[in-house]
């Protein structure tokens, strides 16, 4: 029996290192690799730019190391690190190959630069409607009955005709359906289409996701940061 139960408490320390190593493996860490200089900007945006914009001050450069499918939370850890250095704006940063060009994006480790931008010359697209898939399944959904299957980690984007109306439906017995149409000079929006029904984060932060049963209206900041981590197809 003694040795019975050795063996035990021997397995259950097993186990647990190994989650506990798997834990450590699976983290992610949000960092501020490269600081250049502090802007002094209250600033609550925090939107993606063209990198050669000509009146863009480059800040920094931010760094997420491992993979998360919890995209809020990592938006939420990349916007802090910017706001630390009065960053407003961002742009993917691609990595040098060795044999020139540049590598392909890596989920598990990508930078983004970090600039500042006085608001006003923010550009703006009107009429455009953007679709994300969730981040760890496939979801169908219609646009105008037409059947769409969105793969995990991508989106899509569809351009607002004035005079059309543009039907989205999850067509679940329990799913909602929501219609868009273009405006005069309307800002983008941002759909995700959701497979479960998940909590949104408070007023007071950026990346508010507005829900409405399974199609959810994302806030332009974090919506932007997904046209980053996500591929449009």
């Known amino acids: 029996m003694y040795w019975n139960l050795k063996q035990l408490e021997m397995k259950n320390f097993i186990i647990i290192l190994f989650v506990g190593l798997m834990n450590f493996a699976a983290a992610q860490?949000?960092?501020?690799?490269?600081?250049a200089k502090v802007h002094d900007n209250k600033d609550k945006i925090f939107y993606r730019i063209n990198?050669?914009?000509p009146e863009a001050e480059y800040?920094?450069?931010?760094?997420v190391q491992g993979f998360s499918e919890d995209d809020a939370e990592i938006f939420l850890r990349v916007y802090s690190k910017a706001?630390?250095?009065g960053a407003n704006a961002f742009a993917y940063a691609p990595v040098q190959a060795i044999e020139g060009g540049f590598l392909p994006f890596d989920p598990w480790n990508y930078k983004l630069a970090l600039y500042y931008l006085p608001s006003h010359l923010f550009s703006e697209e009107n009429n455009m409607l953007y679709l994300f898939a969730p981040s760890n399944k496939k979801q169908k959904?219609?646009?105008n009955e037409k059947s769409i299957v969105l793969h995990p980690r991508t989106f899509t984007k569809q351009v607002l005709q004035p005079g059309n109306i543009y039907t989205i439906s999850t067509?679940?017995?329990?799913?909602s359906s929501a219609k868009f149409?273009?405006?005069?000079?309307?800002?983008?929006?941002?759909?995700?289409i959701l497979p479960l029904r998940i909590g949104s984060n408070s007023p007071e932060n950026p990346g508010i996701n507005f829900k409405t049963g399974d199609i959810q209206l994302l806030e332009k900041s974090y919506a932007q940061f997904l046209t980053v981590i996500y591929k449009k197809f």
């Not at 800040?59 to 760094?63: A, I």
């Open 51 to 53: 990198p050669q914009h």
């Open 59 to 63: 800040l920094g450069e931010v760094e």
């Open 171 to 175: 067509g679940k017995l329990l799913g």
């Open 29 to 35: 860490n949000v960092i501020l690799s490269k600081v």
């Open 83 to 85: 706001k630390e250095i």
């Open 141 to 143: 959904m219609t646009l």
């Open 181 to 192: 149409s273009a405006q005069d000079s309307q800002p983008a929006q941002y759909i995700q």
